[in-house]
């Protein structure tokens, strides 16, 4: 599907707030700031007892999901998207929800 200018929009919002996430890192070294960020963001998970990696395979599927507005047949429009090989998402594949 197509990119809708109300989704360009959208993600040129979210554009805006990873900058503003960024700013502080950004002043201090430009060439590392996402590297920097990114790590810090795993100590942040260890503290409190978030998986980075289960969070980073959902963030991945939404961040797909908004570049063509794609939704899973399981999800019905939660965000995740299609796999390349299946009408359910990666993560309805790996938590069980796809249909057989």
Sequence with gaps: MAMTKELRKENARRV??????????L?????????????DLRHYCDAYRIDLSDEDR????NYLAELDDGT?????????????????????????????
């Excluded at 201090?28 to 990114?38: G, H, S, T």
């Design 16 to 25: 805006g707030r990873a900058a503003d996430a960024l700013r502080d890192y």
């Design 27 to 39: 002043k201090d070294d430009k060439d590392n700031a996402v590297r920097d960020f990114l790590s």
């Design 58 to 61: 959902i963030a991945h599927d």
């Design 72 to 100: 899973c047949d399981e999800c019905h429009g939660q965000g995740h998207v299609y796999d390349d090989d299946s009408t359910n998402c990666s993560y309805c594949q790996g938590s069980g929800m796809a249909r057989p």
